[in-house]
DNA sequence: CCTCGTTGCTTGAGTGCATCAAGGATCATT
DNA sequence: AATGATCCTTGATGCACTCAAGCAACGAGG
């Protein structure tokens, strides 16, 4: 279980709620993973190709170095759930994309990460624009 | 940079705007560490440390392996930002504490993750207390 | 007292994430 | 062709995390 980030002592109530929900967001996000023996950023990584990438695209959108991408990418690959290929347009490129066991997983994840459907799910739907509305404009 | 938690396909507005704060958020925690040349793990027990407290105190607190804290203390006292002592009342344990210097780095580090203050001081007071009672709500 | 089970912490080994430096292959331009 | 940029991988290193094993000290019962 990666440690909590936060709380430093938390001035208001409201930064003291934020703390929790990203608490056990990050938590629920962990858990989910794990039941698919799963980590976090390989299931992070196998959410992310609904369609075909490059490796390079994957390290931009995920804010990271593509030699990250290159190793999470391998164990995925050796877990039978992603599949690289040559990139026809450009044979440096090497095009990654879920097998169909891949898809399975990431389906069996999607519903096994119940935590922010549940949250949600426990607010009317008016309740829910205002919560929208109100990080929205906390996000700036 | 640790990959974000998400998304998985979203299905709702209100879903998608929780995994953007939580990703914001995780991010802007690891960078105020950076900042301090802390990781996060380092920062978050830094932060937990305003009364001394004995190891498994605090793996239990932080939901983890005793022999983790182990290690993260090691290092944050190689740093001199956190001392061992024995306890008197238990000679098997032993109780961490800041130093001078580990307080004024986690003081630093507060002063440094601006984010919950600052997105929280976007909205007006009662604002504050409508998203506080809507996550309340939402986390159940 | 003195075992004996328990508790508190550390050590060691193993895995994975993350970053950086270096390198090979290919591309694109001149 | 030659050159420089781009795409990706490899290798090395550090940290977080977990598990198994171990040591030292506690506490309770004989």
Redesign the interface.
């Known amino acids: 279980?990666?440690?909590?980030?936060?709380?430093?002592?938390?001035?208001?109530?409201?930064?003291a709620?934020?703390?929790?929900?990203?608490d056990?967001?990050?938590?629920a996000?962990?858990a989910a993973a794990a039941e698919l023996s799963l980590s976090?950023?390989q299931a992070?990584?196998l959410?992310r190709l609904?369609e075909r990438r490059g490796m390079g695209a994957l390290a931009e959108e995920?804010?990271?170095d593509a030699s990250n991408i290159t190793q999470i990418v391998v164990r995925l690959e050796a877990l039978g759930l992603v599949a690289r290929e040559p990139d026809p347009r450009d044979r440096r490129a090497r095009l990654v994309g879920r097998t169909p066991r891949g898809d399975e997983v990431?389906k069996r994840?999607?519903a096994a990460?119940t935590f922010?459907?549940?949250?949600?799910g426990?607010?009317s739907p008016d309740?829910?624009?205002?919560?929208?509305a109100?990080?929205?404009?906390?996000?700036?």
């Open positions: 279980m990666a440690l909590p980030n936060g709380p430093v002592t938390t001035s208001s109530e409201a930064e709620v934020l703390f929790d929900l990203v056990v967001y990050d938590r996000y962990e976090p950023a992070c990584v959410g609904d995920l804010g990271c990431n994840f999607a990460f922010a459907r549940t949250a949600v426990r607010l309740e829910q624009d205002q919560l929208t109100l990080l929205r404009k906390a996000l700036g």
